[in-house]
């Protein structure tokens, strides 16, 4: 028997070729299931994930804070190796709430809470696929009830290659913004909220991001210098003096990195969860407000 065709070669070819299988088995269904819109095939992609579900090429993925430690615990994913400055491995996610049953009846305002014209600004800038609706809701009684946390773990890489192709990047991560996505060190993951951030915790995975990748002295002159100084005094704490207060990080390689210290008014405006809804099979995600640059006062 030729070595091609021995026993060995045979089982090597079978799980190498697994995945082909795979593309036409939908995703086993996970002990804290919530919906699987359509056709979700079983891809590592989608593994142990409450939400799931493809519109329009996007992959949707949401987790429950359970499912979240599970991915982190048996997944690969790239950042699972990738030391910060800090030393310590994160994972990428942005967070979202379901919104509670009993909730849904105020959830959304009568007229939309945005225009259309910020709308179509929220699906250009936030990658927002066509058949998921965005904005319309009021966040304070989206956030009524028993809401349950969602998150969405971020992909710069997949199979060990780095995604260079945008429409690639905007197909793994749908819905993209800043405004609620943070680093979250692998220690941590344990500690997120299963239901909606406490003003707390948003202030303290907030803090957890940046001691994840503090500033060399050089970030630090260039993010201080955009500034005015009427705005380093709204946003950040000071001292008796009237100057910005800087904490000192030591990193991994015994260098010296460094963080403005925030006011906590200003990490509540900087990172807040979105609400997602699930009607009739489709997907209705809340829009991020519009932004604004914590240094120069100008519009994102």
Not at 99 to 116: E, H, L, M, Q
Not at 134 to 155: C, D, I
Request: glycine share 6%; aromatic share 12%; proline share 5%.
């Amino acid at each position: 028997m030729s070595r091609k065709n021995s026993r060995e070669e045979k089982a090597r070819r079978r799980l190498e070729n697994a995945w082909k299988l795979d593309r036409y088995s939908p995703i086993p269904t996970p002990d804290e299931y919530i919906s699987h819109i359509g056709f979700v095939p079983n891809d590592p992609f989608f593994y142990n994930s409450a939400v799931a579900s493809i519109i329009n090429g996007q992959q949707f993925a949401f987790r429950t804070k359970n499912q979240l430690v599970d991915y982190v615990n048996t997944q690969d994913f790239w950042t699972k190796e990738c030391l910060t400055k800090s030393g310590k491995s994160y994972v990428e996610v942005s967070c979202y709430y379901l919104i509670d049953k009993k909730a849904r009846k105020n959830a959304y305002t009568p007229n939309g809470s945005f225009t259309k014209e910020e709308v179509k600004k929220f699906r250009r800038e936030q990658n927002i696929a066509t058949n998921v609706k965005a904005g319309g809701f009021s966040l304070k009684e989206s956030q009524e009830g028993n809401p349950t946390a969602l998150y969405m773990v971020r992909h710069k890489m997949i199979d060990g290659k780095i995604i260079k192709d945008e429409n690639d990047w905007k197909a793994k991560n749908p819905c993209y913004t800043g405004f609620n996505t943070i680093w979250v060190d692998l220690d941590e993951v344990e500690n997120l909220p299963e239901g909606l951030f406490t003003d707390d915790e948003r202030v303290y995975f907030g803090q957890g991001d940046e001691r994840l990748q503090p500033m060399d002295e050089e970030e630090l002159d260039r993010l201080l210098s955009v500034a005015s100084q009427e705005n380093l005094v709204e946003r950040y704490e000071t001292n008796e003096d009237g100057e910005v207060i800087i904490d000192e990080f030591e990193c991994f390689d015994g260098k010296t990195a460094y963080q403005p210290r925030k006011k906590r008014e200003t990490w509540l405006s900087c990172f807040l969860p979105l609400p997602v809804d699930l009607k009739k099979n489709a997907i209705h995600i809340g829009g991020a407000p519009q932004l604004q640059n914590i240094l120069s006062g100008e519009e994102c």
